[in-house]
């Protein structure tokens, strides 16, 4: 065979294998939607985004899933809270402050806190920080907004610190030494300097590590509570989106309403993912480091 | 990948096959979720030991269950409940008549953490615990304390018992925590002191202490004799007095070979 048409043949092989992993996801995305549209024939989009009461097996069931959002947006926020700072901060000891022996040594482990399956990871708010915070805080339930966010974050402090670091690492030396000889210490080079340049690389970071939190299922399912309120405190049982789907939907009949709302709340948290990761997608554009001048 | 590409076809296929449509077997048995594993249990049994017999079996809850058996589109309606009047009316104008076979029980036992001094609730205080308008322990004679509601996911045929019976029709708090399995109502008690939840008679540990309902406390035998309140038959039913391979299976389940897969499945026998 002639060279050309090995290249042709390995060409189209490699398009093929994209597209097709294009088309499954396409078609699970229109799977989603073909799902939940449905639910609009008994309540409007108003009543199903706003509405507070979360009843779907009772007659007639309330079909709200306001207080769900309100406890995903507000996991993923304290979350982030916790998370943001941490990771960023590790990212910056990493990759400017740290020995390089230090570094080689930690590196790996936050990257193997990334690998823990979130199984293990709500088991242990279940079963080990639950009773803890209870005791600690003296609140009347451990399994609550803030013991499932502090998990949570744990999850997230992996993606935000290791990508941080590769763009806090790819900050160019001549910045730094621009910076230094113009008398600036250590501390002010890293957060006027080091910092803006590399704000692109740590806003992706975030935004993919919130990203993550959002879309977490096992941990929220197993240590927010599970309580479809509207939370008034950190330390109130909460039941995010996800969770709701997880627990329900192996006994919604097929293709009730309840069912249609289950995958309704699914495209509700592909809307949340889609849009964060365009704005995590803008960001890195936008604010892209192209060499140094830029700055 | 065309591989997976066809066992991905085939598989989703299959199950497209097995949650759209019933194909018309020999014995169609529709309804409540609650009796499904009985159900599930019984069949795959009874059609080891019967061959030629093809059993399909769904679920779609106590109401499509007995409808399925006025319209005859199953030959087994599996409720939850006893009929209502209004089903019994409509039956009667097509000219149907269901039969009820009670073929198990079903009993669900109020549970709190050790430490608590409570040992006896009734009826209307469960109730009111779970629609939340007694929030203290003190309250119900307890050592005061804030109580905190444990219940099931919503879809879970303990709930339905829980709602049926205790709450009769109004709602659960919003702010109870829900769990989703028998396991962490549990695990859930056992480490909140002010915790109160609802398990199965299956599921019941040392961990967890019961609470007598009106005085009677949750065991097989109060449930067999009626005394314990929170407990219900389990029913088949089927449109007039049933034959052939619908009386064989019927009789199957209620022999001491199908009780004692009632009992592996989670649910109380008969005998």
């Known amino acids: ?295 | 990948m065309k591989r997976l590409n066809k066992e991905l076809f085939i598989t989703s296929l299959c199950l497209l096959i097995f949650t759209t449509t019933v194909f018309a077997g020999e014995l169609v048995i529709k309804g409540s979720t609650t009796v499904l594993p009985i159900a599930q249990k019984a069949a795959e049994a009874y059609m080891a030991e019967n061959p030629d017999v093809k059993i399909s079996l769904s679920g779609g809850g106590s109401g499509n269950g007995i409808k399925a058996i006025i319209d005859g589109t199953a030959h087994i309606g599996n409720a939850s409940r006893f009929i209502k009047q209004k089903e019994v009316n409509l039956a009667n104008t097509k000219g149907v008549y269901p039969v009820p076979f009670r073929v198990a029980l079903d009993a669900i036992v109020p549970v709190v953490n050790p430490k608590n001094t409570v040992a006896d609730l009734s009826m209307t205080q469960l109730k009111e615990i779970y629609l939340g308008r007694i929030k203290d322990w003190k309250e119900v004679g307890g050592t005061p304390g804030e109580i905190v509601v444990i219940s099931r996911d919503s879809s879970s045929g303990t709930f339905g018992v829980w709602k049926d019976l205790v709450m009769t029709k109004e709602r659960v708090i919003p702010s109870a925590l829900t769990v989703p399995s028998n396991g962490g109502i549990v695990q859930a008690v056992a480490k909140t002191p002010g915790a109160i939840g609802y398990v199965g008679l299956g599921y019941l540990t040392p961990e967890i202490k019961t609470v007598k309902v009106d005085g009677v406390s949750g065991t097989e035998e109060n449930t067999l004799n009626g005394s314990f309140p929170i407990a219900r038959g389990l029913f088949m039913f089927t449109k007039g007095w049933p034959k052939g391979d619908t009386m064989s299976f019927i009789s199957f389940i209620l022999s001491k070979k199908g009780q004692a897969l009632v009992q592996e499945a989670g649910s109380i026998p008969l005998f």
Not at chain 1, 106 to 111: G, T
Not at chain 1, 171 to 177: C, G, I, M, N, W
Not at chain 1, 223 to 241: E, K, N, Q, T
């Open chain 1, 1 to 295: 065979m002639k060279r050309q048409h090995i290249d042709k043949t390995v060409q189209s092989g490699f398009l093929l294998v994209a597209l097709f992993s294009i088309t499954v996801l396409l078609l699970i995305m229109v799977f989603l939607f073909i799902e939940g549209l449905p639910i609009l024939d008994h309540i409007s989009v108003k009543e199903f985004i706003f509405g507070k009461y979360w009843y779907p097996t009772d007659d007639p069931a309330d079909f709200g899933i306001f207080a769900l959002i309100l406890g995903s947006v507000c996991v993923t926020l304290l979350s982030g809270l916790m998370a943001i700072p941490l990771g960023i901060m590790t990212a910056v000891y990493l990759a400017e402050i740290a020995s390089p022996r230090v570094a080689e040594i930690v590196k790996p482990i936050v990257e193997l806190m990334a690998s823990m399956p979130s199984v293990v990871i709500g088991f242990f708010g279940m079963a080990v920080v639950a009773p803890f915070i209870q005791e600690l805080f003296d609140i009347p339930v451990g399994l609550n907004m803030f013991n499932a966010s502090l998990m949570l974050a744990f999850m997230a402090i992996p993606t935000i610190c290791s990508i941080s670091e590769d763009a806090v690492f790819s900050v160019p030396t001549a910045l730094k030494e621009a910076s230094f000889a113009l008398g600036a210490t250590h501390f002010e080079t890293i957060v006027k300097v080091v910092i803006p340049a590399s704000l692109s690389g740590i806003c992706t970071a975030v935004i993919l590590g919130l990203s993550r939190a959002i879309g977490e299922t096992m941990v929220v399912l197993m240590a927010a509570g599970g309580a479809a309120m509207i939370p008034g405190s950190i330390f109130d049982p909460v039941r995010p989106l996800p969770a709701s789907i997880a627990a329900e939907m192996a006994e919604a009949p097929f293709r009730s309403e309840h069912y249609h709302a289950l995958f309704a709340i699914g495209i509700v948290l592909f809307v949340f993912t889609f849009i964060f990761n365009l704005i995590a997608d803008y960001i890195s554009h936008k604010f892209r480091q192209v060499g140094e001048a830029s700055l």
